[in-house]
């Protein structure tokens, strides 16, 4: 299985899990988006692209936005 490496040198195994393209079925099987197949989820094709998430990982502060001001929220 191949590895890559993300912008923050975090390091992604190359697979349909990790892929932009895949579909998570309700049964937990996979479809590749691109392909139109049901998959494994070692498999990877020529059309793989790192999802979103993992293209973030290891961002610093996680990628959470810091808001100016508080608030303060009461559940009751």
């Given amino acids: 299985m191949e590895t890559v490496m ?3 040198h975090i ?3 190359k697979m349909c ?4 393209h895949k579909e998570c079925m309700s ?5 590749c988006q691109k392909m139109g197949l049901k998959v494994e ?3 990877c094709c020529r059309h793989w692209e790192m ?6 990982a290891g961002l610093q ?6 808001l100016k001001g508080t608030a303060e929220i009461v559940i009751q």
């Fill in 27 to 31: 049964d937990g099987s996979r479809v």
């Fill in 17 to 20: 899990a990790s892929c932009k």
């Fill in 41 to 43: 989820q070692r498999y």
């Fill in 6 to 8: 993300n912008a923050y």
């Fill in 51 to 56: 999802n979103d998430g993992l293209k973030n």
């Fill in 11 to 13: 390091k992604v195994n």
């Fill in 61 to 66: 502060n996680g990628g959470v936005v810091r």
